[in-house]
């Protein structure tokens, strides 16, 4: 087998890698958008609910009632917290992902340069020997020259 079949080879092992790779990534960056967008939600909740009440405040409220908001508004923030936290480790998994995706892509370019090197350099060496080959038959075909 040649040099250029094998790396070929292993590139598209390699390649095959990074298709998976790549579903990987495709699924942690939907993943990730999720979490963000649950954040986002969370964020617009909590937002709204301090305005209804902003609004309730002004016509009178409880201390029952003040309370009551008062727990439930830590309640959002601690689900804010954790949202975020969320977010955070599924920041940190697609940034891991990604990077072993480029890692591969690298390699795969890489295998595919050095794959094409050897199959230019197999290519010269072959029209180096057919020229040799050439060369020989012709001067075993030729008269040799006589000596006076």
């Known amino acids: 087998m040649k040099k250029s079949d094998r790396i070929q080879r292993l590139a598209e092992i390699e390649a095959l890698k990074g298709a998976e790779l790549g579903a990987r990534l495709q699924a942690a960056q939907r993943l990730y958008l999720e979490e963000c967008r649950k954040l986002k939600q969370l964020q617009t909740y909590r937002e709204e609910y301090a305005d209804r009440f902003d609004a309730s405040g002004k016509q009178g409220m409880t201390a029952l009632q003040l309370a009551d908001f008062s727990r439930f508004v830590q309640k959002l923030d601690e689900a804010l917290d954790s949202q975020r936290e969320a977010v955070n480790q599924q920041t940190f998994r697609l940034e891991q992902v990604r990077g072993a995706w480029q890692k591969n892509y ?3 370019d890489g295998l595919t340069k050095v794959g094409d090197a050897a199959r230019r350099d197999e ?6 020997r057919a020229f040799m080959h050439m060369d020989d038959r012709m001067s075993s075909s030729l008269p040799s020259p006589t000596m006076p």
């Open 106 to 108: 690298q390699k795969v």
């Open 123 to 128: 290519a010269k060496e072959e029209r180096k």
